[in-house]
């Protein structure tokens, strides 16, 4: 195995893939790269970081969205193009990295050293760890978690061939409702131990 590579995760919302995420990155001592990619871009070209982030998520039906109007493509357009950048960077710069989400996969789709992972976990486990992370009730955590999944399918579909849930996609499948955090981070780190990256 080399010493370089790149492990991007992918995750269902309420699977714990964050959690895991970054547990994995702590363990292997290396940068964990998350949110703070939309962050840095947005502070570079002097923008609230947390418009950027609803501008990325708006619907068509949204005021902001008619209020963008004509240049919205435009928009998404130089935003995913500083993302590709950003990503571009850390693989350059990186010896190992742990990117979440951000179509880090597909970006770096040509490169040997990148391992694309897919966290999942059962509906009821989701369901309620959604209702405990975000204090809601078992409807509010059901809606929550139709609309994140269909967002980042949609965002994954719109910026890729591939499709988000097709499995030959990824590397590695984990089910957190098996493994917990713990266990899925093991199962990574396994899996490292026995590829040829």
């Not at 597909?106 to 999942?120: A, K």
Request: charged content about 30%; aromatic content about 8%; glycine content about 6%.
């Amino acid at each position: 195995m080399t010493d370089h590579y790149i492990i991007h995760i992918s995750r269902e919302h309420g699977s714990l893939g964050e959690l895991t995420a970054k547990k994995l990155a702590e363990e292997l001592g290396c940068p964990f790269y998350g949110n703070n990619i939309l962050t840095d871009i947005a502070t570079e070209a002097g923008i609230d970081p947390e418009f950027l982030r609803q501008f990325e998520e708006m619907p068509k039906v949204s005021a902001l969205y008619r209020f963008f109007d004509g240049r919205r493509s435009t928009l998404k357009k130089e935003l995913q193009e500083q993302v590709v950048e950003y990503i571009d960077h850390i693989n350059k710069v990186e010896d190992r990295a742990v990117i979440l989400g951000r179509n880090a996969g597909n970006i770096l789709e040509r490169q040997d050293d990148v391992i694309n992972i897919f966290i999942v976990g059962n509906l009821e486990d989701r369901i309620a760890n959604i209702m405990k992370i975000y204090e809601l009730n078992r409807d509010g955590a059901i809606r929550r978690i139709r609309e994140v999944d269909k967002f980042r399918k949609k965002f994954h579909e719109t910026h890729t061939k591939t499709s988000w849930q097709k499995m030959d996609s990824y590397d590695l499948i984990i089910n957190t409702s098996k493994t917990g955090v713990d266990g899925a981070v093991k199962v990574i780190r396994d899996y490292l131990e026995q590829i040829e990256v």
